[in-house]
Nanobody, 128 residues
């Protein structure tokens, strides 16, 4: 079993940047597809971005394309979500999740049900 811990959230202004981190303990995160999801108040949890085990394959939601970048540092056993040009609509709790299966399709990587392990989330608030 792998335990995931997110960090890096906070309160920022529109147009600012944040970098979220997803660190793992228990097992190496390098053996998992990792996804970032977010949940705004009163809304469903939605897909943000995902990265394959090797880091070669990446997929992100249309709403964050060109602004958010997912990456992984194998040596640090950590996956990052670099968020630029933040908007008030990006306000949410951000969760990272790990999928033990091999990256196959973007559709699968964007599906919450495919992920086996979830962190507790880190809150991001973007003020206008």
């Amino acid at each position: 079993q792998v335990q995931l811990v997110e960090s890096g959230g906070g309160l920022v202004q529109t147009g600012s940047s944040l970098r979220l981190s997803c660190a793992a303990s228990g097992r190496t995160l390098n053996n998992y597809v990792v996804g970032w999801f977010r949940q705004a108040p009163g809304k469903e949890r939605e897909f943000v971005a995902a990265i394959s085990r090797t880091g070669i394959f990446k997929h992100s939601a249309d709403s964050v394309k060109g602004r958010f970048t997912i990456s992984r540092d194998k040596a640090r056993n950590t996956v990052y979500l670099e968020m630029n040009s933040l908007r008030p609509e990006d306000t949410a709790v951000y969760f990272c999740a790990a999928d033990s299966a091999t990256y196959s399709t973007n559709t699968r990587a964007a599906s919450r049900s495919e992920y086996d392990y979830w962190g507790q989330g880190t809150r991001v608030t973007v003020s206008s």
